[in-house]
């Protein structure tokens, strides 16, 4: 059974800095691309940083500065660092691992609140 469990959310003020983690299932964490995606109440889901298994990282313009994404193959785990937080990044964050091995597959975690107060 693979598994996506993401931590770390939580209530910050505005300015905070916040780190999310993502544990993997280790049978497919080498193959994966590792995601970070959010969605707030009445939006839809927008990817805010990914990772290859390569450790290429990319990111949305709209992302860029502020967010940090990077992963810890010894522990399965993929970090999101999100500093100088704001209101409007107020939303649930999700993990998702997507990949191929022998067919492709698309997991996600089921979630993480941020709140981010002014």
């Known amino acids: 059974q693979v598994q996506v469990v993401e931590s770390g959310g939580g209530l910050v003020q505005a300015g905070d800095s916040l780190r999310l983690s993502c544990v993997v299932s280790?049978?497919?964490?080498?193959?994966?691309?590792i995601g970070w995606h959010r969605q707030a109440p009445g939006k839809q889901r927008e990817l805010v940083a990914q990772i290859s298994s390569g450790g290429s990282t990319g990111y949305p313009d709209s992302m860029k500065g502020r967010f940090t994404i990077s992963r810890d193959n010894a522990k399965n785990t993929v970090f999101l660092q999100m500093n100088s937080l704001k209101p409007e990044d107020t939303a649930v964050y999700y993990c998702n691992a997507r990949g191929r091995l022998i067919r492709e597959f698309d997991y996600w975690g089921q979630g993480t609140q941020v709140t981010v107060s002014s």
């Open positions: 280790r049978s497919i964490f080498n193959i994966a691309t």
